[in-house]
């Protein structure tokens, strides 16, 4: 079945350390997206990608990092400089086209120990 | 400022009541609009998509409708089930680009008790 795979579904984060949530999807599609979501708020977008090699800055992407080496993964690293991590990540995917609905993954719900 | 809104943050209705959930946004000049499901814990599943030349959009017992004067859509959900109870999120994407970047509301929590 095509989907959207995040892994880990838990993750814990100790002080100064840089940790790695994975994104993988099998859709075949271009663009690939990193959301943030905290209780009683909408999510907001940390960074997007649209095609290989190539990632954008979204509303939020101070302390974050991705990378964009093959069309279907899309890697996201919480750094050290992100001072409040602790919140629900999502990763999307859609065709390209502005007309496409975004598909999801299970999300990750990162701590902080 | 770009902004959605969804109001209630909750509701709870019983089984088999009609009903239907709002989103608002500040900003007219949409592309179109987007309706998802959320279980708690888990991602979003897409529900219905409204493109901005689209007054509504029907899925099953589902059925999303678009005014953009007034900057407001809502989900309308016939003949509650229980396991329709999730949190319900509307996304606005802006302009013609192709970044596909969504704005998305803080959600309604819907319970439907058996």
């Known amino acids: 079945d095509g989907g959207i795979t995040q892994s880990p579904k838990y993750l814990f984060r100790k002080e100064g350390q840089n940790v790695t949530l994975s994104c993988e999807q099998n859709?075949?599609?271009?663009?690939m997206y990193w959301y943030r979501q905290d209780p009683g708020q909408g999510l907001r977008l940390i960074y997007y990608?649209?095609?290989?090699?190539?990632?954008q800055k979204g509303d939020i992407a101070e302390g974050y990092s991705v990378s964009r080496e093959k069309k279907e993964s899309f890697p996201l690293t919480v750094t050290s400089a992100q001072k409040n991590p602790t919140a629900f990540y999502l990763c999307?995917?859609?065709?390209?086209?502005?007309?496409?609905?975004?598909?999801f993954g299970d999300g990750t719900r990162l701590s902080i120990l | 400022k770009q902004e959605v809104t969804q109001i209630p943050a909750a509701l709870s209705v019983p089984e088999g009541e009609n009903l239907v959930l709002n989103c608002s946004f500040t900003d007219s000049a949409i592309y179109n609009l987007q309706w998802f499901r959320q279980d708690p814990g888990k991602g979003l599943t897409s529900l219905l998509l409204?493109?901005?030349?689209?007054r509504e959009q029907t899925s099953g017992r589902l059925n999303a409708s678009l005014d953009k004067s007034s900057g407001r859509s809502t989900l309308y959900i016939a003949a509650s089930q229980p396991g329709d109870s999730a949190t319900y999120l509307c996304?606005?994407?802006?302009?013609?680009?192709?970044?596909?970047?969504?704005?998305f509301g803080q959600g309604t929590t819907l319970q439907v008790k058996p």
């Open positions: 409204i493109q901005s030349s689209q």
């Open positions: 996304a606005v994407r802006y302009g013609s680009s192709n970044t596909g970047k969504l704005i």
């Open positions: 859709l075949n599609h271009d663009a």
């Open positions: 990608s649209q095609i290989v090699n190539d990632f």
């Open positions: 999307a995917s859609t065709e390209d086209g502005s007309n496409q609905p975004q598909h």
